[in-house]
């Protein structure tokens, strides 16, 4: 008979980083996210080896004071909500309190830290999850974190990740995803040493978008704004003829909060009905604005989904916001402009 036993806690830590950090972007993402959530103004992340060996993340945010950078690496520590009612209006990027302990079971972690207030910084180094050591560190205000050597201790995990190449292009891609979530960020990005990115966060999501998306991209563009029952819309739409061949161009933001939607895709793409061609696909970096006790992020760890409560309501206001902003534009269908 198979016999059951409680898992020691090395192993249960290993298991719930694993789902987590699934790859370096994940790592990426997760932090990106805490900088976003300290208040950074600005925000640099490097990494070598496509973030398998090395990555590094600064920002210019709030900083954990000396006698909270222990608890920050405790699981389901988290100083962004208090009780269960919170979880119903989620105003921040994270709140499960996971990221940091996940990533350090499975890396070398080195946090540097300074809140404001404090004269010294504090100088963290984690092992696998274990505290290696804990010191003054004279630094700016704000934190940097760098992991390296993601899964050293996990080999199965390793041996599932891509060549270095397409790691970076999966960091590059939640790079650009924070970068277009937040204008208002300057957010640079830099793989084996080479600048890849970098936007001025000067607080307009049209520069996001030409630093992100290139030139091509940002000249043709239509405008949305567009209000309804409290819900607002904003942002670019390509103009019909930009069409392209895929989705991978149509980004959009829940409350700031990058979003895979079906509901969304749809649309965006009924919106476009009858002005682009069959077999092309609308292009878009869209801002959706709505009261956080309407959408529920909890639904999956890397909260890239969400629920809303009413999606008929999403629906209406992107499908209406797109295509008023098309007939605004003037924008003639694909068929005649190709005669
Ligand atoms: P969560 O983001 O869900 O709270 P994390 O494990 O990502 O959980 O982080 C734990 C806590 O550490 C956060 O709640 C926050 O207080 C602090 N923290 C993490 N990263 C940063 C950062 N870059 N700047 C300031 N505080 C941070
Ligand atoms: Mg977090």
Redesign the pocket.
Same mark, same amino acid.
């Given at each position: 008979m198979p016999v059951i036993h409680v898992l020691d806690k090395h192993v249960a830590e290993l298991i719930a980083a694993g789902e987590v950090v699934e790859r370096p972007a994940s790592a990426v993402k997760? $932090?990106m996210?805490?900088?976003i959530?300290?208040g950074?103004s600005s925000i640099t992340v490097e990494i070598q080896n496509g973030g398998i060996s090395y990555l590094r993340?600064t920002?210019d945010?709030?900083?954990?004071a000396r006698s909270?950078v222990k608890?920050?690496? $405790? @699981?389901h520590?988290?100083?962004?909500?208090q009780n269960e009612n919170d979880l119903e209006r989620i105003g921040?990027? =994270?709140? @499960? =309190?996971?990221?940091?302990?996940?990533?350090a079971a499975v890396s070398h972690v080195e946090?540097l830290?300074r809140t404001q207030e404090e004269e010294l910084g504090t100088r963290i180094v984690l092992n696998g999850g274990e505290i290696e050591s804990f010191d003054d560190a004279g630094c700016p205000k704000?934190?940097t974190?760098i992991v390296r050597d993601l899964f050293f201790n996990t080999p199965a995990r390793m041996k599932f990740l891509k060549k270095d190449v397409s790691e970076g292009n999966a960091v590059a891609n939640v790079v650009e995803k924070a970068a277009l979530s937040r204008p208002d960020v300057s957010v640079r990005f830099l793989r084996d040493n080479q600048e890849r990115l970098y936007t001025p966060g000067d607080n307009s999501l049209k520069s996001a978008i030409y630093s992100v998306l290139g030139k091509k991209f940002a000249d043709d563009l239509i405008p949305v704004s567009y209000e309804s029952g409290g819900l607002r819309l904003m942002g670019y739409i390509s103009k019909p003829f930009a069409a392209r061949a895929n989705r991978t161009m149509q980004n959009f933001f829940v409350n700031k909060r990058f979003v895979k939607s079906r509901t969304c895709m749809v649309a965006l793409e009924e919106g476009y009905k009858h002005s682009i061609m069959t077999g092309k696909f609308p292009a878009c970096v869209l801002h959706i604005a709505i009261p956080e006790d309407t959408v529920d992020v909890n639904v999956h760890p890397a909260k890239i989904e969400v629920r809303f409560e009413n999606e008929k309501r999403i629906f209406d206001l992107v499908y209406y916001g797109v295509k008023s902003a098309i007939m605004k534009s003037g924008a003639q269908p694909e068929m005649h402009l190709a005669g």
């Open positions: 997760e $932090l996210e805490n900088a959530d300290a950074a993340i920002d945010g709030c900083g954990i909270d608890n920050a690496f $405790l @699981r520590a988290t100083s962004k909500i921040t990027l =994270g709140f @499960r =309190g996971e990221a940091l302990a996940s990533i946090m830290t704000g934190t974190i």
